[in-house]
C-alpha cells in the first residue's frame, strides 16, 4: 500500500507539472497569436488599438482575430496584459505579458522585461517580474 502510494504521488506530481507546461505553453502561443493581430490592425489604421477588444470586432477593418484569446486558469489571470504608447493620440507601440506557471520556462529567457509604468503608456504594467512573459512593439 505504501509503494503504490508513493507511486501515485511520483505520477500526479508529474501530471502537474505536464498540464502546467501546457497552459504556459498556450499563454505564449496566444501572445503571439495576439501580436499578428495587432499587426493586421496596425497595417489598415496606421495605430494600435487602445484595448485588445476591439481585434475581434468589425469596426476599423477588422476582425483581425476571430476571437481575442484569454489565459488559462492558474495564474488569477482574465485577460492579457496590455498597454500602449503613447497614452493619448495614435498609439505606435504595444506591450503585451501575462503570467506564467513555471518560472524556469524558457520563453522567459528572452522575453522583453520591459516595464511600462513609467514613460506614457496607457495601462502600463511591469513586465521584468521573474514569472511574466512580455513582448513589445
Do not use: C
Amino acid at each position: 500500500v505504501g509503494i503504490i502510494s508513493i507511486l501515485s504521488s511520483l505520477g500526479y506530481a508529474s501530471f502537474n507539472t505536464a498540464r502546467m507546461k501546457a497552459k504556459d505553453a498556450k499563454r505564449t502561443a496566444d501572445v503571439r497569436q495576439i501580436e499578428a493581430g495587432l499587426a493586421l490592425y496596425f497595417d489598415d489604421n496606421r495605430t494600435y488599438p487602445a484595448s485588445l477588444d476591439v481585434l475581434d470586432d468589425s469596426a476599423n477593418g477588422g476582425p483581425f482575430l476571430s476571437v481575442v484569446p484569454t489565459p488559462p486558469n492558474g495564474t488569477g489571470e482574465t485577460s492579457y496584459r496590455y498597454a500602449t504608447s503613447p497614452a493619448t493620440g495614435a498609439h505606435t507601440n504595444y506591450h503585451i505579458g501575462t503570467t506564467l506557471e513555471g518560472v524556469d520556462n524558457s520563453a522567459l529567457i528572452n522575453d522583453a522585461d520591459f516595464n511600462s509604468t513609467t514613460g506614457g503608456w496607457l495601462n502600463g504594467f511591469d513586465g521584468a517580474s521573474a514569472d511574466v512573459y512580455d513582448v513589445r512593439s
